[in-house]
């Protein structure tokens, strides 16, 4: 018992330090390739839910796409406590076109960065990808702003 508290604990930990990592990179990148592309307010990239703005205006999407993402965070938390299967359904649907948003979002960043967007892509899905496909684009988008 005391040894599974301690692997919980360890595994814990080892997710808050890759998921802080994680968004540092992401920030940095996103704030740096807004600052290359000359997107207004590159801070936004630090500031969740608005660092979707800045991904969209990276890849010159509608800004009106940042209410899915509102709209899914919304929903969940509400459907996580009501329990309807009405808003759980929603909340899927919501989810997958938020997925497909991202997808098409991120290879059009690594289309642009030169990327392979399989990073990107997997990472939707698998936390320490992204971890790496961001910490990918940090180096891209730095390498192009020393020239």
């Not at 969209?56 to 459907?79: E, P």
């Not at 996580?80 to 997925?99: C, D, K, M, R």
Request: charge should be positive; include cysteine; aromatic fraction near 14%.
């Amino acid at each position: 018992m005391e040894n599974l508290l301690i692997m919980m604990l360890l595994f814990g930990l080892g997710t808050l330090i890759c998921g802080i990592v994680s968004y540092v990179f992401m920030a940095l990148s996103l704030s740096s390739a807004a600052g290359i592309e000359g997107v207004d307010r590159k801070w936004f990239a630090w500031i969740p839910l608005l660092n979707i703005l800045i991904l969209l205006k990276l890849v010159n999407k509608s800004s009106k796409y940042i209410w899915v993402f509102i709209a899914t965070s919304i929903v969940g938390f509400i459907a996580n406590y009501n329990g309807s299967i009405f808003l759980i359904i929603i909340n899927i649907a919501l989810s997958i076109w938020s997925i497909i948003i991202q997808i098409q979002a991120y290879s059009n960043i690594a289309n642009k960065y030169k990327m392979n967007s399989a990073w990107f892509i997997v990472g939707i899905f698998v936390f320490p990808v992204m971890m790496v496909a961001f910490i990918i684009l940090y180096n891209k988008v730095k390498v192009i702003e020393k020239h």
